[in-house]
Structure formats: C-alpha cells, structure tokens
C-alpha cells in the first residue's frame, strides 16, 4: 500500500525503478512530472506523469491501518 507521495526533480538513470504514465493526444505537453511513491514497506519508485504538476495529494480514505 502506498503511505507516501512526493513530486521530485527527474531522478537519475536507475536510481528508482520508474513507471510511465501516458495517453497518446494531439495536445501532449512537453513537460513531465516525475512523482516519487513509497510503499509501506518502504520500497520507492518514480511515475513519470506528462504535464506540470499542480500538486499531489495521497486520499486518506484509502489508507487502512
């Protein structure tokens, strides 16, 4: 279960295991967002989001402790 969410700068080659998330549109941005998740095992890795991000937020009605 994801417990944390942060947006960061590109990270290095290799430094996290990264996942795309993209559509195919004619009005794709050029600019990405690089999103940083950890689970509650505390594993990282990065989704890569097109577009400039305006925030990120983690739903309190979806963690369950």
Same mark, same amino acid.
């Given at each position: 279960?994801?417990i944390?969410?942060? @947006?960061?700068? &590109?990270?290095? !080659?290799?430094?996290?295991?990264e996942?795309?998330?993209? @559509?195919s549109? &004619?009005?794709n !941005?050029?600019?990405?967002t690089?999103?940083?998740?950890?689970?509650d095992?505390?594993?990282e890795?990065?989704?890569e989001f097109?577009?400039?991000?305006?925030g990120?937020?983690l739903?309190?009605?979806?963690i369950?402790?």
């Amino acid at each position: 279960m994801i417990i944390d969410v942060n @947006i960061v700068n &590109q990270p290095l !080659s290799g430094e996290y295991e990264e996942r795309i998330y993209d @559509i195919s549109s &004619q009005w794709n !941005s050029q600019k990405w967002t690089w999103i940083k998740f950890t689970n509650d095992d505390f594993y990282e890795w990065c989704g890569e989001f097109r577009g400039e991000a305006r925030g990120v937020a983690l739903s309190k009605n979806t963690i369950r402790y």
